[in-house]
């Protein structure tokens, strides 16, 4: 049997992890539309989405089940992104 039948998640974890998919996505629409500032909007919709891109990365990508030289050069290119995606906020800022 190859590694990854055996150590790959089964389909009770795909559902649980769709389900909280879903209800993630119900939260961070329910946000935008709350009273609050929007500030405190955009930093809970952005912290929700970084749980979601870690379900899915850990989940549908396996990365769950890889050795950490795999989960390092696949975090990567993210944190990266992050990084520049903060370094120019503030010339594209109101």
């Not at 993630?24 to 929700?48: D, G, H, K, N, P």
């Not at 870690?54 to 944190?79: D, K, Q, T």
């Amino acid at each position: 049997m190859d590694e990854h039948e055996k150590h790959g998640p089964s389909y009770r974890q795909y559902a649980i992890v769709f389900a909280g998919l879903a209800v993630l996505t119900a939260i961070t629409v329910a946000v935008s539309y709350s009273s609050l500032a929007e500030s405190t909007r955009v930093a809970i919709a952005f912290t929700i989405a970084g749980v979601k891109t870690l379900m899915v990365a850990m989940i549908f990508m396996h990365l769950r089940f890889e050795s950490r030289p795999i989960v390092v050069f696949a975090i990567m290119p993210v944190l990266v992104a992050m990084i520049f995606i903060l370094a120019i906020a503030p010339d594209i800022g109101k």
